[in-house]
């Protein structure tokens, strides 16, 4: 039982590539979130998925786009990146949707560097 | 060693001592509040959690105390050890749906 994993753990992209950031969880858990961490900022939701088929934005999801591929992975993708979404990203699992959600686990977080 | 108010983000203690982390929450209508830590380089691991019908709830070495009158949350670690640094964050859930509001979190040193 891996719990959430994602890949990959280190990334250096130019301004405006693309990417992808892969999330998985093998805890059967209904929820996925991504999200973002900055110094002094905590942590900030970019996109999350109460279940499989949906996709809301959160916090800050403007640059990202979401793909819940099916009840296991939910992945993040920056279409043209920027210096600004310099950041580490993490994403988490839960294991009710809607407003019963419980405890989220987390990943081991993607460290993205963008130049 | 105890931390104090919203922006304290350190906190140094001896091995072996009690800590308390504290955090304010922002939302009177939260009704379940997490405690994670996060180690250096690592992503934040489930420590203890609380619902609003509870003022206490503990765990092995860890107790979550939360007052709802003042909407403050505290994280008790008792004889802290040297494995126990890291940045602890407190969680709030509004009730408005399932997502998770965060603090900035709190780095916890232990001198050995």
């Known amino acids: 039982n891996a719990g959430v994993t994602q890949t990959p753990k280190f990334q250096v992209l130019k301004t405006g590539q693309s990417m992808t950031l892969q999330c998985a969880q093998d805890?059967?858990?209904?929820?996925m979130y991504w999200y973002r961490q900055d110094p002094g900022m905590g942590l900030r939701l970019i996109y999350y998925?109460?279940?499989?088929?949906?996709?809301d934005k959160g916090e800050v999801p403007n640059g990202y786009n979401v793909s819940r591929l099916n009840k296991r992975e939910f992945s993040l993708r920056l279409e043209s990146a920027a210096p600004s979404q310099t950041s580490v990203y993490f994403c988490?699992?839960?294991?009710?949707?809607?407003?019963?959600?419980?405890?989220?686990?987390f990943g081991p977080g993607t460290r993205l560097t963008v130049l | 060693g105890e931390s104090v108010g919203l922006h304290l983000p350190t906190l140094s203690v001896q091995e072996g001592d009690n800590s308390i982390i504290n955090c304010a929450y922002s939302?009177?209508?939260?009704?379940?509040f997490i405690w994670y830590k996060q180690e250096s380089g690592k992503g934040p691991q489930f420590i203890i959690d609380?619902?609003?019908?509870?003022d206490k709830r503990q765990g092995q070495r860890v107790t979550v105390l939360l007052n709802k009158t003042v909407k403050h949350l505290s994280l008790q670690i008792a004889a802290t050890q040297p494995g126990d640094s890291a940045v602890y964050f407190c969680?709030?859930?509004?009730?408005?749906?399932?997502?998770?509001?965060f603090g900035e979190g709190t780095q916890l040193t232990v001198n050995p």
């Open positions: 988490a699992s839960s294991g009710h949707s809607g407003r019963a959600a419980d405890t989220q686990y």
């Open positions: 805890m059967n858990h209904n929820s």
């Open positions: 998925s109460a279940s499989e088929g949906t996709t």
């Open positions: 939302n009177s209508a939260s009704d379940y």
């Open positions: 609380i619902r609003s019908n509870m």
């Open positions: 969680a709030e859930r509004r009730p408005s749906g399932s997502r998770l509001t």
